[in-house]
């Protein structure tokens, strides 16, 4: 196969125009074969129309799908006087001790947090001037009423288990507006800057907020990532894009060692981020890391799509991404295994792929590695909350119009599930702290997001978070159905214990879906933090355990209670388990297949990583 440093053109393929925005000589990818693209012309184009107007007053989040939420609530709520009257009690019997303790602050038996405290992974009111009396029990206050309506919302006989999480999650949210860290006058921490400083974080805040409102106007909301530039700071592992066409660019990274291992590594990284989250820095890579240990890394790198990708495929993603990636490899190393590596909706895509392999006899895979990922969407964590069919078909209209989901919109849906760190705790730092968090890495790489093309997001969210049709056996690969349990390739498996995306109890189920040997690995820290975890940075434990394929299933919680924490980096580990399903090292092989022109390949990272 011949290495382009431009887009080779797909087979039997004739592209439309390049996509706007794009670089030149780029083109916007062709439906997957035998798929009928979507019609140019969509049923009920009015009211599609409105749906998208809609969506930006609501945030993307279907009104009806609240409407229907509520009613449900209100509605078994209205029939249960019991439950109503217990209720009510409850609100009595909390005021009546948080009355008792404002008198009795100072006395043993009660003082700060006596009546309840914040939980573990609540920072809000951490530090210690919120032992003060009167902001404690302020606090105390807040926290009772979050602790009364989380009560008040759930628990109702008769109420669907999704309505009652999304009313739930709703008013959570509505309350986290009015926790008393989020006003200068009921947070102590800001009232004493505000001393120290002669009032001038107030000052700074306003600069703070203008500065950001004028971005915000300017089609800028991001501050700019600061010292670290993409391909200069930060994705500066060296090497050469070896591959592209209309999806993806494939970089092959110089070997660090003199001699490395024969199988290479394949990382497939999800299209939702930009790749380079495993390239950060130096001294956080995990490419930089695997070149170390000897290994011969190659990555795919997606483009990021515009509104004429509108008609891509999921299974594009399969045929131009992972199946092109893996050809690739075989025209440079022939005849070797790969061990292939997929993180976040790159796993998901990766154990589909292999499912499809093991189903047509392809054992080009020595090993598969899952870093947060999910197969099976039954309990996907509070992501789903919205997923059903009202919502699904409200965003459908919007990315209909758009012909993608755009970065803003998967910002916010990423941010409201963590809405206390990531929006009320920086507002309060930046416009009332007059505080700015000095720029970091994955700050810069969290503000260079990225888009998703309508066809793809669609069939994403309707087979799989709705239907759960791959854990099923119902996902259809070629118009023939995988089945999951068709793998029997050795797989290591990585969850993280803080992870809203994909819950580590969630990505566990792998266990009983495969017919494979499963090392699972659940580490601390969240979605991205606990992956991103080099070796020598304090703060890392994991815990480790392998199920052979004919062994007894056991659950996550009998796991988690059977297995003892280790402190450090998962990452030794992981290349211990690699290097030992490997061959013994010999001479690193070359790099990429030379041009016909004598033509110098590009450097990595690319092109498609800069849009």
């Not at 009928?36 to 989040?61: K, T």
């Not at 970091?440 to 790489?445: C, I, K, R, V």
């Not at 990225?450 to 759960?468: A, G, I, V």
């Amino acid at each position: 196969m011949p290495v382009n440093s431009t887009m080779p053109k797909a087979e039997a393929s004739t592209l439309p125009a390049p996509v706007g925005g794009g670089a030149p000589g780029r083109k916007s990818i062709e439906p997957t074969a035998g798929v009928r693209p979507q019609q140019a012309v969509e049923s009920y184009p009015a009211d599609r129309a409105f749906h998208a107007a809609l969506a930006r007053l609501s945030g993307g989040i279907s009104p009806v799908a609240l409407l229907l939420a509520y009613t449900d609530w209100l509605s078994h709520l209205a029939t249960s006087p019991q439950r109503q009257l217990e209720i009510s009690q409850e609100v009595v019997r909390d005021g009546k001790r948080l009355f008792e303790a404002a008198q009795h602050f100072f006395s043993p038996q009660h003082g700060p947090w006596s009546l309840i405290r914040p939980s573990a992974w609540d920072r809000r009111f951490a530090r210690p001037e919120w032992e003060i009396p009167p902001f404690n029990l302020l606090a105390q206050s807040f926290l009772q009423a979050e602790q009364w309506w989380h009560n008040a919302t759930t628990g109702t006989r008769g109420v669907a288990k999704q309505n009652e999480a999304i009313v739930e999650f709703s008013v959570r949210q509505m309350l986290d507006v009015l926790a008393p860290s989020n006003f200068a006058a009921t947070n102590p921490e800001v009232l004493q800057k505000a001393f120290q400083s002669g009032g001038e974080n107030f000052v700074r805040g306003w600069q703070n907020w203008c500065s950001d409102w004028v971005r915000l106007l300017s089609g800028h909301p991001q501050p700019a990532g600061g010292d670290f530039v993409v391909g200069e700071t930060v994705a500066t592992s060296p090497g050469k894009v070896v591959f592209s066409n209309e999806l993806i660019e494939l970089i092959q990274y110089y070997p660090t060692t003199d001699k490395v291992h024969p199988q290479p590594i394949l990382i497939v990284p999800a299209w939702i981020m930009k790749y380079y989250i495993l390239d950060l820095s130096p001294q956080n890579s995990l490419v930089k890391y695997l070149t170390g240990q000897g290994f011969t890394v190659f990555m795919i790198s997606w483009r990021n799509p515009g509104a004429k990708d509108r008609d891509v495929a999921f299974d594009d993603y399969r045929t131009l991404g992972v199946e092109a990636a893996l050809a690739t490899i075989e025209d440079i190393i022939p005849d070797r295994q790969v061990h292939a590596l997929g993180y976040c909706l790159g796993g998901t895509l990766l154990s589909i792929a292999a499912a499809a392999m093991a189903r047509d006899g392809d054992n080009r895979l020595k090993s598969i590695t899952l870093l947060a990922a999910q197969v099976d969407f039954t309990e996907a964590g509070e992501l789903t909350l919205f997923i059903n069919e009202s919502q699904v078909a409200f965003l459908e209209d919007v990315m209909w119009q758009r012909g993608v989901l755009d970065t803003t919109q998967m910002a916010g849906a990423f941010q409201l599930l963590r809405s206390n760190d990531l929006i009320w705790s920086r507002l309060t730092r930046d416009y009332l702290m007059g505080e700015r968090s000095p720029p970091s890495d994955l700050m810069a790489w969290n503000a260079d997001a990225t888009r998703l093309p309508y066809r793809m997001h669609s069939e994403y969210l309707r087979k799989l978070f709705l239907n759960n049709d791959l854990a099923a056996g119902r996902y259809l690969v070629e118009g023939r159905p995988i089945s999951l349990s068709d793998i029997h390739t050795p797989m290591f498996v990585v969850g993280t214990v803080l992870d809203h995306v994909a819950p580590w109890k969630s990505a566990y189920k792998i266990h009983f879906l495969v017919d494979a040997d499963v090392t699972f690995l659940l580490t601390s820290g969240g979605h991205n933090a606990g992956i991103v975890a080099p070796p020598g940075e304090e703060g890392h434990s994991y815990r480790l355990r392998t199920k052979a394929a004919d062994a007894t299933y056991i659950g996550p919680d009998e796991w988690l209670n059977s297995v003892q924490p280790i402190e450090g980096s998962w990452w030794p580990e992981w290349t211990k388990w690699l290097a030992a399903r490997s061959g013994e090292p010999s001479a690193p092989p070359q790099i990429g297949i030379k041009l016909a022109d004598g033509q110098a390949l590009p450097d990595a990272p690319g092109d498609y990583v800069r849009q």
